[in-house]
């Protein structure tokens, strides 16, 4: 891994704390993605792709991840 690339993935994932959600690298025949288990915010990423392609997948997520409305918002607006 070249320092550009784990500075870009530290950068990314402090990104990525601060949404809140917590990143787990796992091994496995999966695409990664976001979801909620148990109320927590997780982001999985298979641990054997490439760094380049980490950062790819990271990034699209954040983007992702920004433009959904928060799940608070939308009960509020639904119970009025």
């Given at each position: 891994m070249s320092s550009k690339?784990?500075?870009?993935?530290?950068?990314?994932?402090?990104?990525?704390h601060r949404?809140?959600?917590?990143i787990i690298y796992e091994k496995g025949n999966f695409q990664s993605?976001?979801?909620?288990?148990?109320?927590?915010?997780?982001?999985v990423v298979n641990?054997?792709?490439?760094?380049k392609i980490k950062i790819i997948i990271l990034r699209e997520l954040i983007k992702s991840i920004g433009e959904e409305p928060q799940l608070e918002t939308i009960s509020q607006s639904e119970e009025e």
């Open positions: 690339e784990k500075q870009s993935l530290k950068e990314l994932s402090q990104e990525v949404l809140g959600y917590r993605g976001h979801c909620i288990v148990h109320n927590k915010k997780v982001i641990k054997f792709l490439a760094d």
